[in-house]
């Protein structure tokens, strides 16, 4: 380092790092100790990125370039100093980003990390892995780090340094500093591993051996005693290329082992674990372009708000990275999927905008769409456990894909999984598919019923009659469930019917009397129908004599098209308002307490208590809730007591 850093150093001005930088380091340091090795990864991977963006720059403007084209990141060890120095020459920062990069939480991701977790609570390391420590790791080596960068084009340069202890000093460093950043670390007593050549070497074979660009090492200092080298500048060491050095993508597949996909996969996703499949494709014709996908275990800790910021699908263009498109070239309901496209044919200097209009992108969505659905289809069909290891993480995602993907609509219902009214517990799942190959003989269309909550779902009143005909109802329970059931019609020909909804026709089922013996019950009870349409007046709709109850007394059904009661009081929750449809009261004759009912006809006051009852317990068994709860207990325990 050139010794004008010291001449300067008065000017250093310090700094307090934003308050939940502090958390972060010590999260950071805290939480992967023991995974010290990704510091290694989080700073060769920014300087790939900072490499990447001065190319992606200098395609505009060459300049930035200042002739030296051949971005590489540098790796050297000092064992005097203890000092490991990480130097490339990409992009660089001024010192304003010096300011806001490395002294603010800047990111969203983190900051919601921040923010889901409670002060004190101990962080599991893959957790903090998922959100891409990033800089801050270098913290878990060293207790000191200088930052000396100089920003393309610019001529000033600026040193950052930190012990990590609250606050950064900036100064002004030499003029002479050539672009882009140099990382100097100097290394915790207890890292002194990362001053051994070997280990470095191997960390990078391990962790950037596809880094696009070149990392190099300085060579075993050569023997002082040497004659030939002794005439040589102190300065010009030399080095040696230690990784791959070319986008992994652009390698045959018959090259790659399941190791140089997993290595890269963590590269560009900075998961900790290993993918749970990938694809790997070069489209040549029309379009040409190269794609390589990957599908992760599990969702990262903040998935489920993700829809609206997506990342992690990289979009190369020639071998040069532009941006993350992945709202551009993935549909929404599959964003857990991540990796990169590199296009031949779309324009270098293509903005995102181009890209939302573009018909070539358009067409390159759609064959990754179809990639990504190949490979889950594919875990499906020969790797069961492992599907239901995707469905745990990603299945409420897909479930979004039958509203959102109308082209694809059969394949994504083709790779739905529900539990049914034969499942133990609610991880028993089943696909459509292995659900009509059950179907009993008559039965023609595909039963479900959607209801908030797995309890609420399995012994719901409305399911009675067909199970004590032995049919099988799939039991959607999930909160996304209802709503996607509006986009869920046809499957394989056959209709998709909630049976929590319209009149059910069991005739179909082979009860050829039923139609007769219903009609029958509603003629007998016609007196009972009445008073109970007085009794309940405006709350419903309708009462009648139900051919779906068994065990319950009584139930509400809805009209075919009307608003589901969960979407109802969704609605009602966050304030929207709700076209209120009344629901139908369907009732069981046969019932003990119609039977009272029928009892107490001449007392009103007794009437109306048992109606309103009747009323309310049907709402409770749809996982509903009451306007007046106090008055249904009031009612209960007069009923209960009298
Ligand atoms: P991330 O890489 O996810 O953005 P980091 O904490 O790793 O988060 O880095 C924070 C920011 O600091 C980066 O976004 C980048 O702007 C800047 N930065 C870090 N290292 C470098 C580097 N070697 N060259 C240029 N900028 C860098
Ligand atoms: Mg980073």
Redesign the pocket.
């Known amino acids: 380092m050139s010794t004008d850093a010291t001449e300067t150093a008065q000017q250093a001005e310090t700094h307090a790092f934003q308050a939940d930088v502090q958390q972060v380091l010590q999260l950071v340091i805290h939480s992967l100790y023991s995974n010290k090795d990704i510091f290694l990864r989080?700073?060769v991977?920014?300087?790939s990125?900072?490499c990447e963006?001065l190319r992606f720059e200098a395609i505009a403007e060459p300049a930035l370039l200042e002739g030296g084209g051949d971005l590489a990141i540098d790796l050297a060890v000092d064992a005097d100093t203890r000092t490991l120095t990480?130097r490339?020459n990409?992009?660089?920062?001024s010192r304003d980003?010096l300011m806001?990069?490395?002294g603010t939480v800047?990111?969203s991701g983190t900051r919601r990390f921040l923010d889901s977790i409670a002060a004190g609570q101990k962080v599991d390391a893959q957790l903090i892995g998922q959100f891409?420590?990033?800089?801050?790791?270098a913290f878990i080596v060293a207790d000191s780090i200088a930052?000396t960068?100089r920003r393309a084009g610019h001529d000033d340069a600026w040193t950052w340094r930190s012990t990590g202890d609250g606050q950064f000093s900036i100064e002004s460093a030499s003029a002479d500093t050539p672009r882009?950043?140099s990382?100097q670390l100097h290394l915790r007593e207890d890292a002194g591993d990362y001053l051994q050549a070997w280990k470095l070497k191997s960390l990078v074979r391990t962790y950037s051996d596809h880094v696009g660009f070149p990392i190099r090492m300085a060579k075993p200092a050569a023997n002082a005693d040497d004659d030939d080298t002794e005439t040589k500048a102190p300065e010009a060491e030399e080095f040696e290329t230690v990784n791959q050095a070319s986008a992994l993508w652009t390698r045959p597949k018959t090259e790659l082992s399941d190791d140089d996909y997993k290595a890269f996969y963590k590269h560009v996703s900075?998961d900790f674990s290993d993918p749970l499949a990938w694809t790997h494709n070069r489209v040549e014709g029309n379009q040409n372009f190269t794609s390589l996908l990957f599908l992760p275990e599990r969702a990262p800790f903040n998935f489920q708000y993700s829809r609206d910021e997506r990342k992690g699908l990289k979009l190369y263009i020639k071998r040069i990275f532009i941006m993350d498109a992945a709202e551009q070239m993935l549909p929404a309901y599959l964003r857990f999927a991540s990796g990169v496209v590199d296009s031949d044919d779309l324009p270098l200097n293509v903005s995102r905008e181009l890209l939302q209009e573009s018909r070539q992108v358009e067409r390159i969505k759609g064959a990754l769409t179809k990639r990504v659905l190949d490979m889950i289809e594919k875990i499906a069909r020969d790797e069961p456990e492992k599907y239901t290891t995707f469905w745990d993480a990603f299945g409420a995602t897909m479930k979004e894909g039958v509203a959102e993907d109308t082209a694809n609509r059969e394949r994504v219902l083709k790779l739905l999984r529900f539990p049914t009214t034969r499942s133990a517990s609610a991880d028993e799942r089943v696909s459509l598919d292995d659900y009509i190959a059950r179907m009993a003989g008559l039965q023609e269309e595909i039963y479900y019923i959607t209801a908030d909550g797995w309890n609420t779902a399995r012994n719901h009143p409305k399911l009675e009659a067909l199970k004590a005909r032995g049919i099988e109802v799939l039991l959607m329970h999930e909160r996304i469930d209802d709503w996607m059931s509006g986009y869920m019609h046809e499957y394989a020909g056959k209709t998709l019917r909630n049976v929590a909804k319209g009149e059910i026709d069991l005739d179909k089922l082979g009860d050829a009397q039923d139609k007769e013996k219903l009609e029958e019950a509603a003629k007998a009870a016609a007196p009972l129908v009445d008073t109970l349409k007085t009794a309940l007046g405006d709350r419903v709709k309708d009462v009648r004599v139900s051919n779906r109850l068994v065990d319950s007394a009584a139930c509400l059904v809805l009209d075919e098209y009307d608003m589901s009661l969960q979407m109802q009081q969704l609605m009602k929750s966050i304030g929207q308002e709700a076209p209120a449809s009344k629901p139908i009261l369907e009732i069981n004759p046969e019932h003990a307490l119609l039977k009272r009912l029928q009892a107490a006809d001449t007392d009103p006051a007794r009437v109306e208590d048992y109606a309103a009852l009747l009323f309310e317990q049907a709402m409770l068994a749809e996982g509903g809730s009451l306007d007046d709860p106090t008055a249904f207990i009031a009612r209960m325990n007069r009923l209960l007591v009298g």
């Open positions: 989080e700073l991977s920014n300087a990125d900072a963006k990480i490339d990409g992009i660089g920062m980003e806001q990069n490395l800047a990111h891409g420590v990033g800089f801050y790791s930052v960068s882009g950043t990382l900075h």
